[in-house]
Nanobody, 124 residues
Framework: QVKLVESGGGAVQPGGSLTLSCEASGILLEEYHTGWFRQAPGKEHEGVSCISATGSLIKYGDSVKGRFSTTRDGAKNTVYLQMNNLEPNDTAVYYC?????????????????WGKGTLVTVSS
């Protein structure tokens, strides 16, 4: 059974940092492209980042470029999202999911194996 579990969310003040984890079981993340997404209250899912199966390609959504970074630890079968200089607009539930097509990796409709998400709240 394929399962992705996100963790690391919490409450942080503007300008702070958090690191989210996406741990997989039932699949090897090095065989899939893994994306991070978020959904703010009342809004649709937004693509945040994607790391390719080989780890050699990474792309980010425009709203997080320069502030967020994605890495993968193959030994732990886990993908991370390092979030720096957080803003109130970053408040959302963050999810990870996988796809076989890197070109479509920031499109929520093209993703599979969604986790249940972890809540990030940025507020003073």
């Amino acid at each position: 059974q394929v399962k992705l579990v996100e963790s690391g969310g919490g409450a942080v003040q503007p300008g702070g940092s958090l690191t989210l984890s996406c741990e997989a079981s039932g699949i090897l993340l090095e065989e899939y492209h893994t994306g991070w997404f978020r959904q703010a209250p009342g809004k649709e899912h937004e693509g945040v980042s994607c790391i390719s199966a080989t780890g050699s390609l990474i792309k980010y959504g425009d709203s997080v470029k320069g502030r967020f970074s994605t890495t993968r630890d193959g030994a732990k079968n886990t993908v991370y999202l390092q979030m720096n200089n957080l803003e109130p607009n970053d408040t959302a539930v963050y999810y990870c999911a996988t796809t076989n097509q890197y070109s479509k990796c920031l499109r929520p409709s093209e993703m599979k194996n969604w986790g249940k998400g972890t809540l990030v709240t940025v507020s003073s």
